[in-house]
């Protein structure tokens, strides 16, 4: 499931704010200051929410948060606020915390802790975001009945047997628990938050490396190193970090270049050329390990409006590598799997003729499905790499006589007419990987949180679950590949473009990630007096 932290999520964020452009952030801090341990970093879109995933403000909640785990640069698993996660059957785990550990408030952070966080996230009736993460969690549709109210408050599946240890079951075996482990909707919370988790979230008591000092939604976000953290800190991590909101890519990009702003997350694929010639190989950096794959989605509730056939046809009549190749000038790479080559389950073209640029066979199939209307093709309004693939797309589909409308949306209200099953279209959709899994990219897909497609697949979920039970790597891909091309089959997302993430960054810093998920708080000062 995707629990990213990133995520990018079922529309790729960017800025909605107007209120910086390229000058210095409130507080004076520029790129310059990283000699004496100040990091500024780029804050793409107001930062609407500062806990739990697939936020604009997720990266400064990573900062903020001392997992059970942690996973490195390479993708493997670590302890953290755990001093072991073990099984003998990927059901029921047995978690031994980590002992002296605290929240910034000085809160003893106890196995109960974990229990009493992961609990109230998961009942539904607290609405949490983090709550579709715990859907496997034995005992969770007790909590979230489709209709009336919960029986129990709390996961049969959870149980504290001592202080400093407890029990996590799983409904079904599950390989990727301790990668689960590391996510934002996994971070624990001190009791004082259950009281209003809305106040707790301008202003959240850390049990991570930083602790939260400026948040203005529209500006920045200030946070600074903990003195009393006995939890696992970045090598040369910053003293402090300001997360500062920019308008759109380009202007932070600029930032980036000129010193302003030490560091721009995750580059789009129409500044990568320009980024190479003006930062050179010392201050643009690839992280190879976290593809970028950019979809077409369709929510299942505009069946009726556009049948399959419809939605086939809109995939064949997109010239996927010219708008590779030509649009975005090799930056990017045509796709036709709902998985990158980093995943193992990978095979190169399990969409088949539906990602084949074919319009002679598209005009076929509108001819047989009768359709006669326009399609909305929607994307955030202060995305232009998104604005460039629409404007694309629909000058593919006049050639066949279909009228695609490129539809830019504010990315507050397209948010919310995502999230309220209210779209009139299919969208463009940009997702990232939390941990190297297949079921970042496969099971993801049908956690509803993440696209809100309102989309189910038997097959696919029983495919998905065996995958997670499977004894062996190679049998887990074997489901895998089952489990999508059942999804592909259906036509409710379908490839379009794969993107590697680059960052730009100020020479004197080196980026880090947690198994290809860039991370801001993790990026390592390499200049100045005690870095």
Request: charged share 20%; hydrophobic share 40%.
């Amino acid at each position: 499931m995707r629990v990213a932290r990133t995520a990018v999520a079922a529309v790729a964020v960017v800025a909605v704010s107007t209120a910086l452009t390229s000058c210095g952030s409130l507080d004076g801090t520029s790129g310059s200051d990283l000699r004496s341990g100040a990091l500024t970093a780029v804050q793409m879109a107001t930062i609407a929410r500062i806990t739990g995933p697939q936020n604009p403000g997720s990266q400064i909640g990573m900062a903020l948060c001392g997992g059970l785990t942690r996973i490195d640069d390479a993708g493997k698993v670590h302890m953290d606020g755990a001093a072991s996660v073990t099984s003998s059957d990927r059901v029921t785990w047995t978690i031994k915390v980590a002992p002296g550990r605290t929240f910034s408030d000085g809160t003893p952070v106890t196995a109960k802790t974990w229990v009493d966080s992961f609990n109230f996230t998961a009942l539904g009736s607290h609405a949490m975001a983090s709550n579709f993460a715990y859907a496997h969690v034995a005992g969770y549709p007790a909590l979230n009945p489709a209709k009336g109210k919960a029986k129990r408050t709390t996961l049969s599946g959870l149980k504290v047997t001592g202080k400093d240890t407890f029990t996590l079951t799983m409904d079904a075996p599950n390989n990727d628990l301790p990668y689960m482990l590391a996510t934002l909707p996994f971070c624990p919370m001190p009791e004082s938050a259950f009281k209003n988790p809305i106040a707790y979230d301008k202003k959240p008591v850390t049990n991570g490396p930083y602790v939260l000092t400026k948040l203005k939604p529209q500006f920045e976000a200030v946070v600074e190193r903990r003195k009393d953290y006995k939890g696992w800190i970045p090598e040369g991590a910053a003293d402090k970090i300001t997360f500062r909101v920019y308008n759109d890519a380009n202007t932070a990009y600029q930032d980036v270049v000129a010193g302003n702003t030490a560091v721009l997350r995750s580059l789009p694929p129409g500044l990568i050329a320009q980024g190479k010639n003006a930062l050179g190989a010392e201050a643009l950096t690839a992280v190879p390990r976290n593809t970028l794959e950019t979809y077409i989605t369709w929510p299942t509730y505009l069946d009726k409006k556009y049948p399959k056939e419809v939605r086939k046809a809109f995939s064949m009549i997109i010239d996927r590598d010219a708008i590779s190749k030509n649009l975005f000038l090799g930056s990017s790479q045509a796709a036709h799997s709902l998985m990158p080559n980093s995943v193992s389950a990978y095979r190169p073209d399990p969409c088949g003729t539906t990602c084949s640029f074919d319009p002679a066979a598209a005009r076929k199939l509108l001819d047989r499905s009768g359709f006669k209307g326009t399609i909305p093709l929607l994307y955030d309004s202060t995305d232009t790499t998104f604005a460039e693939a629409a404007l694309a797309i629909s000058n593919e589909a006049k050639r066949i006589g279909l009228k695609v409308e490129p539809q830019p949306r504010p990315t507050a209200a397209l948010g919310a007419d995502t999230n309220n099953y209210a779209l009139d279209g299919p969208s463009l959709a940009l997702w990232g990987s939390s941990f190297p899994s297949a079921s970042e990219w496969v099971a993801s897909i049908m956690v509803d949180a993440n696209y809100r497609l309102k989309y189910t697949n038997p097959t696919a979920s029983s495919e998905v679950a065996k995958a997670w039970a499977a004894r062996s790597p190679a049998e887990a891909d074997r489901h895998w590949r089952a489990a999508e091309s059942s999804i592909l089959s259906d036509q409710v997302i379908q490839p379009l473009y794969y993107q590697v993430m680059y960052i730009a960054h100020d020479p004197c810093l080196k980026p880090h990630s947690a198994g290809g998920d860039m991370q801001i708080y993790r990026t390592q000062i390499t200049c100045g007096t005690g870095h």
